[in-house]
C-alpha cells in the first residue's frame, strides 16, 4: 500500500460520529446496560446445584465476554474524547456513566466469582478438564481463588458501588484540576499559556534557560495547589488502605503483584540487579553534567540533549522512519505499523487543551485502537510514537484470541511497547549522519534507562513509604515533597543538583485507581523486553513469529510462567536480569569511553 501523507489527528468518527453528542453513542450505552441486565440474570441462575452447570457456565462466560468487549469499547471512546478536548464538558458527564456501568459490572462478577468458588473441588476439576474450558482454565482459576482474597460478595458490591463516588471521583478530580492548569512560556519575546502537557514537552528544550524557566514555573502551579492535590491522592489512597484492611490484606503490593501475575520475589530480583549495575547510569549523568557544563544536572537537565544541534523529524518523517525500521524485525509489525498511520489511528497534533502524556487504548468491538500524544518532532517524540505503536500492535495480535485471554496487566503490557522502541532507538544510531548525531541519539536511549532503573525506581520508593505513613493518617503535601526528595536521591544515587518535590502532584500514575502502584511494571517491561530483545538479536528474522506467540500468552499464565514456556528462564533468579540490564549497561559504557576527554 505504502505510507500516505499523513494528518495528525485521529479518527473517532469510525466508531461513532459527532463525538460526545453523539445519539449512535447513547444507543451503543443503552445496549451495554440491556447486556448487563442479562448477565446478572444468567449469573444469578448459575448455581452449583444445577445439573446444566457446564452449559450454564458456558452462556455466562459468553455474555460476559460481548458485554465486557462493548463496555472496553465505550470506554476507550470516552478516554479519547476527554483527552483530545480537555474542555469537553459532555465527555466528562459521559465518563461517569461509564464508571456506573463499569460498578455494575463489577458487582455482577463479584457474586459470579462467588458462585464459582461455592462449586465443589471434585466437580470443579472436572469442569475445568471439559474441553468448553480448556482455554480459559487458567482465567477461571485465577477468579476462583481470589474470592478466598476478599470480602463475602454482599460486601465487595459495596464496595464496588461506593467506589464510584468515593475512590475513582479522586482521580477524575486530579484530572479535572490538572486539565484547568495554564503554564505561562515566553518565546520570541512574546508569553503565551500553555497546557501542562505542552509545557512537559518544552521540558526537552536545548536552551537551559528555557527548560529552567518551564520547570520553575510548573513548580509554581502544582505548589499553588498542592493542597488540593494532596488531597486527592491522601483520600484515594485512604479508600484503598481501607479495603485491604478489611479484606485482611496487610502488604500494600499485594494487589498489584496479584493484578500483574508476579510474585514478590521476582520484583525483588529485578531491583537487586538494577541496585547492583546502577553505578554507570550514576557515571552517566555526571558526564551529560560535564559536557552541559554545571557541576551537576538538575532535573529539568536530566532530560535534555546534548549538542548543539538536535534532529527534528516532521510527524510524516518520523511515521517512515518506524515503518522502515519495524521492518527490519518482521514484516507483520511493519505491515500493521503502516496500516495504523494510513486510517489515522494516531492524534498526535501539538496544540492546547490536550491531556497530558501518551497512550493507547483498545476498541475491541471494532478490531482497532487509538493512540493519543503530542508529537513536536524531537527523537524523544518518535520513542514515544514507535512505544505506543508497540501496545497496539500487541492488541492486534491478540485479536484472534479469546477476550477473556486478553487482559493483560501492565508489567507484560509494557513488553511490546519497550520493546518497539529498542527497535527504532538501535536504528536511529545506525543510520546517525556523523558522530554527534550518534552521540545524541544514544544519550537519548540512555535516558530511557535512567527513567526505568531511576526515576521509575524513586516513583516506587516513594509511593511503597507513603502508603505506610498513611495507614497513620492523611500525610500533608510538605511531608509529601520530602517523601518524594528522599525517593529521588536514593534512586538516582544523590546524582542530582536539584530535584522535583512535586512529582507526586505532576504525575498522573499516582492518582490512577484502576491501577495500584502504576510503577514497577514499566522497570519490568524494561528489562524483560531487554532480555527479549537480546533473544531476538540472535535469532534475526525468525524471532518475529516466537515473539507473537509470546504476546498472545501474556493473559493467561504468570510472567514467570510465561518466561520459562517462551524464554526458558527463570525470572526468581538473577540470570535474565543480568542478561539483560547488560545491553543497557553497554550503552553507558559505550557513552563514557566516547566522550571521555
Given at each position: 500500500m505504502g505510507l500516505k501523507p499523513l494528518q495528525e489527528t485521529w479518527d473517532l468518527d469510525a466508531f461513532f460520529k459527532r463525538g460526545s453528542s453523539s445519539s449512535e453513542f447513547i444507543t451503543y450505552l443503552q445496549h451495554i446496560q440491556q447486556l448487563l441486565d442479562e448477565l446478572r440474570q444468567k449469573v444469578d441462575a448459575f448455581s452449583k446445584e444445577d445439573t446444566q452447570i457446564e452449559k450454564k457456565l458456558t452462556t455466562v462466560l459468553?455474555?460476559?465476554?460481548?458485554?465486557?468487549k462493548k463496555l472496553a469499547q465505550a470506554g476507550s471512546f470516552v478516554s479519547c474524547l476527554q483527552s483530545q478536548n480537555t474542555k469537553d464538558m459532555k465527555a466528562g458527564s459521559l465518563r461517569g456513566s461509564i464508571a456506573k456501568l463499569e460498578a455494575e459490572l463489577g458487582t455482577i462478577l463479584a457474586g459470579f466469582d462467588q458462585s464459582l468458588a461455592e462449586i465443589p473441588t471434585s466437580q470443579w476439576e472436572e469442569l475445568m478438564d471439559s474441553a468448553a474450558f480448556s482455554d480459559v482454565r487458567y482465567i477461571l482459576n485465577e477468579r476462583r481463588e481470589h474470592v478466598k482474597d476478599q470480602l463475602p460478595v454482599e460486601q465487595e458490591t459495596l464496595i464496588q458501588k461506593l467506589a464510584v463516588d468515593g475512590y475513582h471521583a479522586w482521580d477524575e478530580l486530579y484530572s479535572s484540576l490538572v486539565n484547568k492548569i495554564t503554564i505561562p512560556f515566553e518565546q520570541n519575546g512574546e508569553t503565551q499559556m500553555i497546557s501542562v502537557g505542552q509545557a512537559e514537552n518544552a521540558m526537552d528544550d536545548s536552551d537551559r534557560e528555557v527548560r529552567k524557566a518551564v520547570y520553575h514555573n510548573l513548580e509554581h502551579a502544582w505548589t499553588q495547589d498542592e493542597h488540593l492535590f494532596a488531597s486527592t491522592l491522601n483520600h484515594l489512597a485512604g479508600f484503598r488502605l481501607q479495603v485491604y484492611e478489611a479484606r485482611g490484606w496487610d502488604h500494600i503490593l499485594k494487589e498489584p503483584l496479584d493484578i500483574c501475575r508476579m510474585k514478590q520475589e521476582t520484583l525483588d530480583t529485578m531491583w537487586s540487579v538494577i541496585d547492583e549495575h546502577k553505578q554507570p547510569f550514576i557515571d552517566y549523568l555526571q558526564r551529560k553534567a560535564d559536557m552541559l557544563g554545571v557541576d551537576k544536572l538538575s532535573w529539568f537537565d536530566v532530560g535534555a540533549p546534548i549538542g548543539s544541534e538536535t534532529k527534528t523529524y516532521s510527524y510524516q518523517d518520523a511515521a517512515a522512519f518506524i515503518i522502515k525500521h519495524f521492518a527490519g524485525f518482521g514484516k507483520e509489525l511493519a505491515a500493521f505499523t503502516e496500516k495504523a498511520f494510513n486510517e489515522r489511528w494516531v492524534e498526535a497534533e501539538n496544540r492546547p487543551n490536550k491531556r497530558v502524556?501518551?497512550?493507547c487504548t483498545n476498541f475491541p468491538d471494532s478490531g482497532e485502537s487509538r493512540i493519543f500524544m503530542t508529537f513536536s518532532g524531537t527523537p524523544s517524540n518518535v520513542a514515544t510514537l514507535a512505544h505506543e505503536l508497540g501496545h497496539s500492535f500487541h492488541q492486534e495480535?491478540?485479536?484472534?484470541?479469546?477476550?477473556?485471554?486478553?487482559?493483560?496487566a501492565m508489567n507484560v503490557a509494557e513488553t511490546a511497547s519497550t520493546f518497539a522502541e529498542m527497535i527504532v532507538a538501535d536504528a536511529s544510531l545506525k543510520e546517525a549522519a556523523n558522530e554527534e548525531e550518534r552521540l545524541s541519539l544514544l544519550e537519548d536511549k540512555l535516558q530511557r534507562s535512567v527513567a526505568f532503573f531511576m526515576n521509575i525506581q524513586s516513583r516506587f520508593l516513594f509511593e511503597q513509604r507513603f502508603y505506610e505513613e498513611r495507614k497513620q493518617g492523611e500525610v500533608p503535601a510538605d511531608r509529601l515533597n520530602e517523601l518524594m526528595v528522599e525517593a529521588q536521591k536514593e534512586a538516582f544515587g544523590d546524582s542530582l543538583d536539584e530535584?522535583?518535590?512535586?512529582?507526586?502532584?505532576?504525575?498522573?500514575?499516582?492518582?490512577?485507581?484502576?491501577?495500584?502502584?502504576y510503577n514497577f511494571p514499566y522497570t519490568f517491561g524494561y528489562m524483560f523486553s531487554?532480555?527479549?530483545?537480546a533473544k531476538a538479536l540472535q535469532a534475526g528474522a525468525s524471532f518475529e513469529e516466537k515473539y507473537i506467540a509470546l504476546l498472545k500468552d501474556t493473559a493467561s499464565m504468570t510472567v514467570e510462567d510465561l518466561a520459562y514456556k517462551h524464554l526458558g528462564v527463570d525470572?526468581?533468579?538473577?540470570?535474565?536480569?543480568?542478561?539483560?540490564i547488560s545491553l543497557a549497561v553497554a550503552d553507558a559504557e559505550e557513552f563514557l569511553e566516547a566522550t571521555k576527554a
Open positions: 459468553e455474555t460476559y465476554e460481548i458485554t465486557y502524556g501518551g497512550f495480535v491478540m485479536q484472534d484470541v479469546r477476550m477473556l485471554n486478553r487482559k493483560y530535584y522535583h518535590p512535586h512529582f507526586w502532584a505532576s504525575k498522573l500514575h499516582f492518582h490512577i485507581t484502576g491501577v495500584p502502584f531487554l532480555g527479549i530483545y525470572l526468581t533468579q538473577k540470570a535474565f536480569w543480568e542478561e539483560a
